[in-house]
């Protein structure tokens, strides 16, 4: 049993979105997990302590790389409690820096590519995480960076997934290419006052 954080929900309850019912790994990619209760049948995975930011992120990818499965608490089972030392290394590092957790979900998405294991809610959940992260880089002004983990999204697929959206940021990167339709729907949000 593990517990995900809903941010759907008051105070910050604990429960998850099932994206991929099917698919755990998929659903912990597009809905990264901060554990509340952890049950194992088997002997739980060596935590990588020589990973600093997404240690929790990479133990539950290879947790669910080895054909674990996951079961949804639905309701809250425990409350948040936060350390607030000065020291915490979610306090003195930035968790969400786009560029670093961009070229974390494109070495998973290689890691899965080149081992056969990639299925298409994987495949999807890691572009949606390539292609948000990329939009953040770009509204920054990190255009290089942006370009960079654009490249590992699977354009050729892309308009079969969920989320696209023609006149989104995913269509206009589609539609115009990666040089021109980031940009271009950058500064036509920035022109209606969204960005």
Known sequence: ???????????KGFSAKPYYPEDPLATLIRNPAI????????????????IKIHQVLD????FFLEGR??????????????????EQISLKRNLFEPYGKGKVLAAYKERL???GQLTFCQHEALDKGLLANSYQL????????AFELSSQI?????????????WGFSGFS??????????????????????
Not at 1 to 11: A, E, K, R, T, V
Not at 73 to 84: A, L, M, S
Request: charged content about 20%; aromatic content about 14%; proline content about 5%.
């Open 138 to 145: 770009i509204r920054s002004g990190r255009k290089m960076e």
């Open 174 to 195: 589609k539609i115009l290419g990666l040089n021109r339709g980031p940009l271009i729907f950058y500064y036509l949000q920035r022109f209606l006052g969204r960005a």
């Open 113 to 115: 590519n080149s081992s």
């Open 69 to 86: 499965s996951l079961s949804y608490v639905p309701k809250t089972v425990t409350r948040i409690r936060q350390h607030t030392s000065s």
């Open 59 to 62: 133990y539950f990818f290879n």
């Open 1 to 11: 049993m593990i517990g995900l954080i809903d941010h759907s929900l008051p105070d």
């Open 154 to 166: 699977s354009w050729d697929r892309i308009t079969q997934y969920d989320w696209y959206k023609p």
């Open 35 to 50: 554990i509340s209760t952890f049950l194992s049948k088997k002997a739980p995975l060596v935590w990588d302590e020589q």
